[in-house]
């Protein structure tokens, strides 16, 4: 698997503002039953599916997305 994060993202874009969101983002969600960052990846990951066979996916189609978008 690819690395997540700033492995996957890069740093150009880094400010201390933004790690300090990231940051506490994941504070948030050691007590609550949402995690931002987690909400997103679902979100690429849905893309994904939807860009390679839409809502008729098999579960072979499915694992293959998966390993597109994640190597």
Known sequence: MRAGGLGRVGT????????????GNHE????????????AMAW??????????????TAAEVLAALRATYG
């Open 12 to 23: 150009r874009g880094l400010t201390d503002a933004w790690g300090a969101q990231c940051q």
């Open 44 to 57: 690429i990951v849905q893309q994904a599916l939807a860009a390679s066979c839409g809502r008729t996916c």
């Open 28 to 39: 948030a969600a050691w007590t609550s039953d949402v995690n931002a960052h987690f909400r």
